[in-house]
């Protein structure tokens, strides 16, 4: 069975403060796919990056920087100088490579900043 | 445009009551899902649609009735619903295979008295 944890339930920084949103998975899949949504007020969830489980590098995109960490089933997602614009609830998502696995999501983590 | 359009955006309904929430893809996507989002839950797949066949049905209750006339619309047909059904609900669509990414309609909020 897969299972991926969100402990943070919520968050508050300050603008332009560094965040760190945590993600714990658990598969017993060789290969798997790991997911970042954000899912802003308005409802619809963005996908904000995929990584796959034989791929262990770190990946940077603006602002946004993940590390991936197979050794401690982690893949822990990181906002620097953080935004207003950034508030939002970020959902953890773990999918197998089977045709048959689900797509598991987080309960997600709400992030609200403030200036 | 965006890509996944729901409608409504908002719906309040009594158990009696019978209604339906609409999902239209413009993406040229394969495969089309229902979600579930609860309040402090991960969201729960409902239904998954490939190809307008159904090839997931999450143990969901027969109170919930989706149809897929074709790949580009997906509807969620709600009957003698429950209090506790109250939810979001996510329409979602993809190119079908594990590791694409899912793109997400903006949800409708139901409400059930």
């Known amino acids: 069975a897969q299972k991926v944890t969100q402990a943070q339930t919520e968050i508050s920084v300050v603008e332009k403060e560094d965040v760190t949103l945590d993600c714990v998975y658990e598969?017993?899949?060789?290969?798997?796919?790991l997911f970042w949504y954000k899912q802003p007020p308005s409802g619809e969830l963005v996908f904000l990056i995929r990584r796959n489980s034989f791929d262990e590098q770190n990946e940077i995109s603006g602002r946004y920087s993940w590390n991936f960490q197979k050794s401690t089933s982690s893949f822990n997602f990181t906002i620097t100088a953080s935004q207003v614009v950034d508030s939002a609830v970020y959902f953890c998502?773990?999918?197998?490579?089977?045709?048959?696995?689900?797509?598991?999501f987080g309960t997600g983590t709400r992030l609200q900043v403030t200036l | 445009e965006t890509g996944v359009t729901q409608t409504p955006r908002h719906l309040v309904m009594g158990m009696t009551n019978k209604k339906s929430l609409k999902c239209e893809q413009h993406l040229g996507h394969n495969a089309m899902y229902w979600y579930k989002q609860s309040a402090k839950k991960p969201l729960e797949l409902m239904f998954v649609?490939?190809?307008?066949?159904?090839?997931e049905n999450n143990s969901v209750p027969s109170r919930f009735s989706p149809e897929c006339p074709n790949s580009s619309h997906l509807f969620l047909h709600l009957h003698t619903l429950q209090p506790e059904d109250s939810a979001l609900y996510l329409c979602?669509?993809?190119?079908?295979?594990?590791?694409?990414?899912?793109?997400f309609g903006s949800g409708t909020q139901l409400s059930v008295l």
């Open positions: 598969t017993r899949d060789t290969t798997y796919y």
């Open positions: 979602a669509s993809s190119g079908g295979t594990v590791f694409e990414k899912l793109f």
């Open positions: 998502a773990l999918r197998g490579a089977g045709t048959a696995s689900k797509l598991t």
């Open positions: 649609y490939n190809f307008k066949e159904q090839t």
